[in-house]
C-alpha cells in the first residue's frame, strides 16, 4: 500500500517543475507534501508535522495559519481581490503605503508595488539607471555590487548577482558591473569605499544587502562597514540601493537591517516578508530626490514606463497592513532578540564538541551554521538536513551551510528543539 506522500509526490513530479531542484532525483529527496499548517508547524498530506525552521524559504514571520491574517484576507475578499495600479489606485494599497512609510529608513518614501524580490530590485536597478539621464547626466550607466551577492534570478538581477548557484552558463546574458569584495572579506567596506572613490563618475548606483548576505551562505559584517560605503555613496553622489528583501521585516533584530546601520538608502527593495509570508508582493522604495527626477509633463519621457500586472495586488495589501499592524501588537523584535540570543549560545555549545560544524555566523534570527566536510562530495549539508527533516524540523542548506531561519514568533522550547534536532542529525551523519 502506498502512502498518501508517495501517491502526491508523484503527482507533483508528474506536472509541476519546482524552482532549484533538480527534477530526476526530486522525489527521491523525500519532499515534504504541504497539506496545511498551525502556528509554525507545516502538516504534510500524511498528517506529519514538521516545525518550520526556514519560515518557507525565509518568507513567513508570525506563523503559518494566523487567524489576524486570514481575517484580514477574508475581508479584503469582501470587497475586492485585485485592481490595476497602472493610472489608478485602490483604497487598501494606499493605506499599506501610509502605513509603511514612516517604519521604513528612506526619506519621505513612494512605493512602487511588484511580486517578487527579484522585480523589486530589478526596478531599482531602471529608476536608478534612469535618475541620472533624466536630470541629463550622462555616463552614469555602471552598478557597484559585491563579491557572493543575491539578488534574485531575473537577468538583471543575476547581473548584480554574483553568480554561482550554477547561474555562470548565463554570463553572456549579463552586464557587466564593478564587483568589491563580499561579507567574507573583512576589508570588503574599504575597497568598496576606494571603488566608489575611483568609479563615481560612471556610476548609477551601489547595491548592497545591508548587514547579511543571505543566499551565499549568511556572510554577516557589522553595522560601521555598511554606513562607511554609505557615507562614500553620499560623499561621491552615488545612489545606494539598499536590498532587504531577505533582512526586512524584523529577520535581523531591528524591522529593517538599514536601521542597525544607521543608513538611509536612496533605494530599497522588500519582499519576502512584506505579507507575513501570505502573497506574493514586493516594492521598490525610493527617496523623495530619487521620486522627484522622474516628474515632468503627461506622457514624458520622465516617466517610468515600468508596471507589473499585479502590482499593489488588494489582497496582499490588506494583509501586508494587518501584518505591520500585529509586529506591533505583538512586539515581535523583542523576541527575536531574546530568541536569537538563545540560539546564538545554544549553538555555539552545540559546536564545542563537534568538529563537524565550522563557522557559525547569525545576524538576529538569521543564522548559517558551516559545516566542516573533510572532502568536498560528502554532501553533509543536504544530508544533515534531510536527518532534521526525517526528525520533524524542516531545514534546508546553502551548500554545506545548515540554514536556520525560525519564524519570528518561535518560543523558546522551540529553539531548544531546533539546535537538538540539528546536533543529532550532525551526528548520525558526520562521521569520519
Ligand atoms: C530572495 C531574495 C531576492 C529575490 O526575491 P524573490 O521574491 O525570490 O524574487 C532578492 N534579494 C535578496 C537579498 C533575497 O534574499
Given at each position: 500500500?502506498?502512502?498518501?506522500h508517495?501517491?502526491?509526490?508523484?503527482?507533483?513530479?508528474?506536472?509541476?517543475?519546482?524552482?532549484?531542484?533538480?527534477?530526476?532525483?526530486?522525489?527521491?529527496?523525500?519532499?515534504?507534501?504541504?497539506?496545511?499548517?498551525?502556528?509554525?508547524?507545516?502538516?504534510?498530506?500524511?498528517?506529519?508535522?514538521?516545525?518550520?525552521?526556514i519560515?518557507?524559504?525565509?518568507?513567513?514571520?508570525?506563523?503559518?495559519?494566523?487567524?489576524?491574517?486570514?481575517?484580514?484576507?477574508?475581508?479584503?475578499?469582501?470587497?475586492?481581490?485585485?485592481?490595476?495600479?497602472?493610472?489608478?489606485?485602490?483604497?487598501?494599497?494606499?493605506?499599506?503605503a501610509?502605513?509603511?512609510?514612516?517604519?521604513?529608513?528612506?526619506?519621505?518614501?513612494?512605493?512602487?508595488?511588484?511580486?517578487?524580490?527579484?522585480?523589486?530590485?530589478?526596478?531599482a536597478?531602471?529608476?536608478?539607471?534612469?535618475?541620472?539621464?533624466?536630470?541629463?547626466?550622462?555616463?552614469?550607466?555602471?552598478?557597484?555590487?559585491?563579491?557572493?551577492?543575491?539578488?534574485?534570478?531575473?537577468?538583471?538581477?543575476?547581473?548584480?548577482?554574483?553568480?554561482?548557484?550554477?547561474?555562470?552558463?548565463?554570463?553572456?546574458?549579463?552586464?557587466?558591473?564593478?564587483?568589491?569584495?563580499?561579507?567574507?572579506?573583512?576589508?570588503?567596506?574599504?575597497?568598496?569605499?576606494?571603488?566608489?572613490?575611483?568609479?563615481?563618475?560612471?556610476?548609477?548606483?551601489?547595491?548592497?544587502?545591508?548587514?547579511?548576505?543571505?543566499?551565499?551562505?549568511?556572510?554577516?559584517?557589522?553595522?560601521?562597514?555598511?554606513?562607511?560605503?554609505?557615507?562614500?555613496?553620499?560623499?561621491?553622489?552615488?545612489?545606494?540601493?539598499?536590498?532587504?528583501?531577505?533582512?526586512?521585516?524584523?529577520?535581523?533584530?531591528?524591522?529593517?537591517?538599514?536601521?542597525?546601520?544607521?543608513?538611509?538608502?536612496?533605494?530599497?527593495c522588500?519582499?519576502k516578508?512584506?505579507?507575513g509570508?501570505?502573497?506574493?508582493?514586493?516594492?521598490?522604495?525610493?527617496?523623495?530626490?530619487?521620486?522627484?527626477?522622474?516628474?515632468?509633463?503627461?506622457?514624458?519621457?520622465?516617466?517610468?514606463?515600468?508596471?507589473?500586472?499585479?502590482?499593489?495586488?488588494?489582497?496582499?495589501?490588506?494583509?501586508?497592513?494587518?501584518?505591520?499592524?500585529?509586529?506591533?501588537?505583538?512586539?515581535?523584535?523583542?523576541?527575536?532578540?531574546?530568541?536569537?540570543?538563545?540560539?546564538?549560545?545554544?549553538?555555539?555549545?552545540?559546536?564545542?564538541?563537534?568538529?563537524?560544524?565550522?563557522?557559525?555566523?547569525?545576524?538576529?534570527?538569521?543564522?548559517?551554521?558551516?559545516?566542516?566536510?573533510?572532502?568536498?562530495?560528502?554532501?553533509?549539508?543536504?544530508?544533515?538536513?534531510?536527518?532534521?527533516?526525517?526528525?520533524?524540523?524542516?531545514?534546508?542548506?546553502?551548500?554545506?551551510?545548515?540554514?536556520i531561519?525560525?519564524?519570528?514568533?518561535?518560543?523558546?522550547?522551540?529553539?531548544?528543539?531546533?539546535?537538538?534536532?540539528?546536533?543529532?542529525?550532525?551526528?548520525?551523519?558526520?562521521?569520519?
Amino acid at each position: 500500500m502506498t502512502s498518501a506522500h508517495e501517491r502526491w509526490a508523484a503527482r507533483d513530479a508528474a506536472v509541476v517543475w519546482h524552482g532549484f531542484t533538480q527534477m530526476s532525483s526530486y522525489v527521491d529527496n523525500q519532499p515534504i507534501i504541504v497539506e496545511s499548517a498551525e502556528g509554525r508547524e507545516l502538516i504534510d498530506v500524511d498528517g506529519r508535522r514538521y516545525l518550520d525552521a526556514i519560515s518557507s524559504l525565509w518568507v513567513t514571520t508570525l506563523g503559518h495559519h494566523v487567524p489576524e491574517l486570514d481575517q484580514a484576507a477574508r475581508e479584503q475578499l469582501d470587497r475586492v481581490a485585485h485592481s490595476t495600479m497602472l493610472g489608478n489606485g485602490n483604497r487598501i494599497t494606499i493605506e499599506l503605503a501610509e502605513a509603511l512609510a514612516p517604519r521604513v529608513p528612506v526619506a519621505e518614501p513612494h512605493f512602487l508595488f511588484a511580486s517578487d524580490g527579484a522585480a523589486a530590485v530589478e526596478q531599482a536597478l531602471k529608476i536608478a539607471f534612469q535618475f541620472w539621464t533624466n536630470q541629463g547626466i550622462s555616463g552614469r550607466t555602471r552598478y557597484l555590487a559585491l563579491g557572493g551577492a543575491y539578488h534574485g534570478d531575473t537577468i538583471g538581477a543575476i547581473s548584480v548577482g554574483a553568480g554561482g548557484f550554477g547561474t555562470d552558463m548565463f554570463d553572456p546574458l549579463r552586464f557587466s558591473v564593478l564587483r568589491a569584495p563580499g561579507y567574507d572579506d573583512a576589508a570588503w567596506a574599504e575597497a568598496a569605499v576606494a571603488m566608489i572613490a575611483a568609479h563615481a563618475h560612471e556610476l548609477a548606483a551601489v547595491v548592497i544587502e545591508p548587514l547579511v548576505q543571505g543566499a551565499v551562505g549568511m556572510w554577516v559584517t557589522n553595522p560601521e562597514s555598511v554606513e562607511r560605503v554609505a557615507a562614500a555613496c553620499r560623499e561621491h553622489d552615488v545612489l545606494l540601493i539598499a536590498d532587504e528583501v531577505a533582512t526586512g521585516f524584523g529577520r535581523t533584530g531591528t524591522l529593517f537591517a538599514s536601521e542597525q546601520c544607521g543608513i538611509r538608502p536612496d533605494i530599497m527593495c522588500i519582499g519576502k516578508g512584506l505579507t507575513g509570508g501570505y502573497l506574493a508582493m514586493a516594492a521598490t522604495v525610493a527617496s523623495r530626490r530619487v521620486y522627484e527626477a522622474f516628474l515632468g509633463p503627461d506622457l514624458s519621457e520622465m516617466t517610468l514606463y515600468h508596471g507589473h500586472s499585479f502590482s499593489g495586488n488588494a489582497l496582499a495589501a490588506a494583509v501586508g497592513l494587518r501584518h505591520l499592524q500585529l509586529f506591533d501588537e505583538l512586539d515581535v523584535l523583542v523576541n527575536v532578540r531574546e530568541r536569537g540570543a538563545q540560539l546564538g549560545a545554544r549553538l555555539a555549545e552545540m559546536a564545542t564538541d563537534r568538529a563537524a560544524v565550522g563557522s557559525i555566523r547569525r545576524r538576529g534570527l538569521m543564522t548559517g551554521v558551516e559545516l566542516a566536510p573533510p572532502a568536498d562530495d560528502l554532501r553533509w549539508g543536504r544530508r544533515v538536513c534531510a536527518a532534521a527533516v526525517r526528525r520533524g524540523v524542516l531545514l534546508r542548506p546553502l551548500g554545506d551551510v545548515v540554514v536556520i531561519m525560525p519564524i519570528l514568533t518561535t518560543t523558546a522550547d522551540e529553539i531548544d528543539r531546533i539546535v537538538d534536532v540539528l546536533a543529532e542529525s550532525i551526528d548520525e551523519i558526520c562521521v569520519g
